[in-house]
Each structure stands twice: as structure tokens, then as C-alpha cells.
């Protein structure tokens, strides 16, 4: 099992940024992909953006530009850097992380964290 815990979210402006962690623990070893996927009412979950181990990265388009996903191997984090915040960014978003071992693929998620976007 791998947990992940984020941290970061809140309340920001239009225009402003904003900075979201997750931390990952447990069986770690077998993680290759880690990313940002989010949720806003009443919308199916979308791709935020992806990393792989190796640094490769797959943004959403609608955050292209503005969102930028980092990974941090020895200390198992994946952080999103997010700027140009718009109303339409405001959603629960989730970390997520996928295990493949021995063949055998495995989604985790976290609890989500709130992002609102408003004056």
C-alpha cells in the first residue's frame, strides 16, 4: 500500500498562485507515475499533470502554461506549482500515484485538498 498526503491548498485570487505538496509513504518502491488530478463540482476528475520517475511530464491542456509538476525521488514528493489562477481552476484536487509490480498495476489517491479561486 502507498499513502499519500497533500497539503497546501486554500483560498487565492484570480491571477495569483499557488503551491500544493504530497507526500508518499509505504510501499514506494514500485511507483512510477505521480501527478495532480482534480475535481470541481458538479465535473468528472481531469488530468491536472503527470510525472514520471524518470522527470518526463503530461499537462492537462487547460493548464498548460501555468501548472507546473515537480518530483523529488529521494524524499518522495510531487509538488504543483500553479500560476494565473482562474476561477475555473477552483476544484478538490488529488494526488495520485501508480504502482506497477511484478505486472500488476495499482492507483492510489489522496484525500484531496481544496482549491478555490475568487475575489
Known amino acids: 500500500q502507498v499513502q499519500l498526503v497533500e497539503s497546501g491548498g486554500g483560498l487565492v485570487q484570480p491571477g495569483g498562485s499557488l503551491r500544493l505538496s504530497c507526500a508518499a509513504s509505504?510501499?514506494?518502491?514500485?511507483?512510477?507515475?505521480m501527478g495532480w488530478y482534480r475535481q470541481a463540482p458538479g465535473k468528472g476528475r481531469e488530468l491536472v499533470g503527470i510525472?514520471?520517475?524518470?522527470?518526463?511530464?503530461n499537462y492537462g491542456n487547460s493548464v498548460k502554461g501555468r501548472f507546473t509538476v515537480s518530483r523529488d525521488n529521494a524524499n518522495n514528493t510531487v509538488a504543483l506549482q500553479m500560476h494565473s489562477l482562474e476561477p475555473e481552476d477552483t476544484a478538490v484536487y488529488y494526488c495520485?500515484?501508480?504502482?506497477?509490480?511484478?505486472?500488476?498495476?495499482?492507483?492510489?489517491w489522496g484525500q484531496g485538498t481544496q482549491v478555490t479561486v475568487s475575489s
Open positions: 495520485h500515484a501508480v504502482a506497477v509490480v511484478g505486472g500488476v498495476r495499482d492507483d492510489y
Open positions: 509505504g510501499r514506494i518502491f514500485g511507483v512510477n507515475f
Open positions: 510525472i514520471t520517475s524518470g522527470g518526463s511530464t
